[in-house]
């Protein structure tokens, strides 16, 4: 067999590549307008989330702690939550809806979350904020299972199992995104504009590239509101972009309000691209209009310039985020370059009969690895002691001293990425996503020519 998939071979974990559930859930929270998460936890369940939000963005978001101490780790700590949503509310007015997110404490200890809730609604939310428009959601993310990804998951989840509710249909589609950034939200809603496609966008966080505005507010938040949650019932269906980030929102959906649903592929690179304006296509009736062909045929014609003078054979390992490390080996196929490695850092069973995974054990003609519940020791191990050559390394910041010690070229790409400027703007989706991607990965392998005096001299005639 070529391509092999299998779940990383040792005990213990060397430096991860994702970090835990209660992260993915505060994710999807700042996604949300006038809300607040509160994850019911230590202090540093929040703080150290907050900074690697703040360092991939360079923006600042408002995630609330209960702050648990030793004393509620022994005794439990729900009257924590009771004090922290009191807080919440007092302080922030217009916040309406707050999350409780567990941690791995927390749900350890086994502080009914569900009951404190259904005990502050009514007590204090009646007796304190009787005219105010309040909504509590138990997010359970232990954080001893899983990863941020399937907190982000169950957090989408639970936000439209809260507020979905059934009314006149509202002619427009439900987008679930995934765990993206503010240009590829751009990226898709030009191409659902394109093709003329109302759509309700979960989430709405091209507002998280906010201005620095003359009043000094700093604080960035998601756009989505409780309004748009609530008419995810009354979609013509549900489009999700990904099998593991947003999948069981739209699951949910579906088994709920028998709204016709499909779900991937992420569309990275042109051949998921095409399918997905075809799904949308299939969805809603919508053309597919000229202006988007037109956009294909640039973005190939950019892709063509480079793929066999300077892409085609070379090795790519690539790590992060599940669906985006699929739909870049996807991509990587379709370029004629040659994954050899994929790295996903949870062990979720599930990946073992992913479709796009399958299909690479059925098709591709070279030793290829995806190893499951892997770590950047998995990598390091491969290059410096097992003799696995590379080129090319995909990945997020996390990654970079791996390609540094290794010499080897990477294009940052996935979450977080903090040791580049700006690359949260940029799309990955899409046919600018494409280009942006190929060209991105030249421009790496362009350098790496440079600096290693091999066969720098194409560029001169290129």
């Known amino acids: 067999m070529n391509c092999e998939i299998k779940v990383k071979d040792r005990i213990g974990t060397i430096n991860p590549i994702f970090t835990c559930q209660p992260a993915g859930a505060q ?35 408002e995630i609330a702690s209960s702050s648990v101490h030793e004393d509620g780790a022994v ?39 569900d009951g404190v809730i259904k005990k502050l609604n009514e007590g204090l939310l009646k007796e304190k904020y009787p005219d105010r428009e309040v ?9 001893f299972v899983g990863s941020m ?88 269906g549900t489009i999700a972009l990904n099998r593991y980030e947003g999948s069981r929102a739209a699951e949910w959906l579906q088994q709920e309000f028998d709204l016709p649903t499909i779900i991937g592929p992420t569309p990275i690179g042109i051949r998921n691209t095409d399918t997905f304006l ?47 490390v699929i739909g870049l080996a996807e991509f990587c196929i379709d370029l004629e370059m040659k994954p050899v490695l994929l790295l996903l850092g949870d062990d979720n069973v599930r990946y073992k009969e992913d479709p796009r995974l399958l299909a690479m054990q059925e098709n591709v003609d070279w030793h290829m690895e995806v190893v499951t519940n892997a770590d950047f020791w998995d990598l390091e191990d491969r290059i ?28 940052r790409v996935g979450f977080p990425t903090y040791d580049r400027a700006g690359m949260y703007r940029y799309p990955v989706v899409g046919y600018a996503g494409a280009t942006w991607l190929g060209e991105q990965m030249a421009n790496a392998l362009f350098t790496d020519m440079e600096y290693k005096k091999n066969k720098e001299w194409i560029l001169n005639v290129w």
């Open 27 to 61: 994710f999807a929270s700042i996604g949300i307008k006038d809300c607040i998460g509160l994850v019911h936890g230590g202090q540093g369940c929040v703080m150290f989330v907050r900074l690697i939000f703040s360092q991939h963005f360079k923006e600042s978001f």
């Open 75 to 113: 005794f439990g700590a729900c009257n924590r939550v009771e004090e922290g949503v009191d807080v919440l509310l007092a302080r922030y007015p217009h916040v309406k809806v707050i999350p409780i997110i567990t941690t791995c404490s927390t749900e350890v200890i086994g502080d009914d979350i």
């Open 135 to 143: 909504h509590l959601i138990a997010i359970h993310t232990p954080s």
């Open 149 to 236: 990804i399937g907190g982000y998951d169950v957090a989408v989840r639970d936000f439209v199992k809260h507020f979905a509710t059934k009314g006149e249909p509202n002619g427009k589609l439900n987008v679930l995104t995934g765990w993206v950034n503010p240009g590829d939200v751009t990226a898709l809603k030009h191409l659902l504009e394109e093709m003329d496609i109302d759509a309700t966008v979960l989430f709405e966080i091209e507002s998280f590239d906010s201005p620095l505005m003359p009043d000094g507010s700093a604080i960035s938040h998601g756009s989505t509101t409780m309004d748009d949650l609530r008419s995810t019932a009354n979609a013509v």
């Open 278 to 324: 075809h799904n949308l296509k299939q969805l809603t009736g919508k053309p597919i209009p000229q202006s988007l062909v037109k956009e294909r045929g640039m973005a190939i014609d950019a892709l063509t310039d480079l793929t066999h003078l300077f892409l085609a054979e070379k090795k790519v390992a690539i790590y992060g985020n599940p669906d985006l």
């Open 384 to 411: 410096k002691n097992k003799g696995l050559e590379l080129d090319l390394i995909l990945g997020h910041s996390k990654g970079r001293f791996v390609a540094i010690d290794n010499a080897i070229p990477m294009v």
